[in-house]
């Protein structure tokens, strides 16, 4: 099972949006709703951004969001601020019956 | 507090066997799905399966099946991973989650510190 394709890296200014794409196929991306995010601070736990393509945990702030269109699916940070720089991974149910995560983001706020 | 606590950092060798553990506590450990992800280093994340504990059923990522065995107890709900005969590619950081739902296939909400594990030829 091949990592979904994520860009290595996504910068932008504190306050501007950043969009953060996911690319797989129709045995994954595109074929469940079984989408989910991570936000990774190297040496601390991951953490659960946004699961079932766009719906968010209590506790996340409502400035991500996500999305899909087809086998691609996307995650919006609005509002960024320096918090926001981490690794970002997208994961998803696959037609295998397992899960494969994304290649990575590093998002940098400049 | 739900929470999840994994052993130690471990330095082997090659060949050697291990076992690493994650103890959940603050829920119902039988009720959600534990899985396990692999960071190498400079690496990003890997999921390598995942184990409900009231039956033991466990599902693998082809890249990890006949390598690793996933295992629960939950009369002390602790799940673990472990390694029979390790090589130095083994060398990570391991991390086990927790199914947000008692559906596996929807994310992973609370995880473990993670464990270090470092294998050398």
């Known amino acids: 099972q091949s990592a979904l394709t994520q860009p290595a890296s996504v910068s932008g200014s504190p306050g501007q949006s950043i969009t953060i794409s996911c690319a797989g196929t129709?045995?994954?991306?595109?074929?469940?709703?079984?989408v989910s995010w991570y936000q990774h601070h190297p040496g601390k736990a991951p953490k659960l951004m946004i699961y079932?393509?766009?719906n968010r945990p209590s506790g996340v702030s409502n400035r991500f969001s996500g999305s899909k269109s087809g086998n691609t699916a996307s995650l919006t940070i609005s509002g960024l601020q320096a918090e926001d720089e981490a690794d970002y991974y997208c994961?998803?149910?696959?037609?295998?019956?397992?899960?494969?995560f994304g290649s990575g983001t590093k998002v940098t706020v400049l | 507090e739900v929470q999840l606590v994994q052993s130690a950092t471990e330095v082997k060798k090659s060949g050697e066997s291990l076992r690493i553990s994650c103890k959940g506590s603050?829920?119902?450990?039988?009720?959600?799905?534990i899985g396990w992800v692999r960071q190498m280093p400079g690496k990003g994340l890997e999921w390598m399966g995942i184990?409900?504990?009231?039956?033991?059923?466990?599902i693998y990522s082809p890249s990890f099946q006949g390598h690793v065995t996933i295992s629960a107890d939950k009369s002390i709900s602790t799940a673990y991973l472990q390694w029979s005969s390790l090589r130095a590619s083994d060398t990570a950081m391991y991390y086990c989650?927790?199914?947000?739902?008692?559906?596996?296939?929807?994310?992973?909400?609370?995880w473990g510190q993670g464990t270090t594990v470092t294998v050398s030829s």
């Open positions: 184990i409900y504990p009231a039956d033991s059923h466990t």
């Open positions: 603050g829920y119902s450990f039988t009720s959600y799905w």
């Open positions: 079932e393509v766009s």
């Open positions: 989650a927790k199914s947000l739902t008692s559906g596996w296939a929807y994310g992973m909400d609370v």
């Open positions: 129709s045995s994954d991306v595109g074929g469940y709703n079984y």
């Open positions: 994961n998803s149910y696959t037609s295998s019956s397992t899960q494969v």
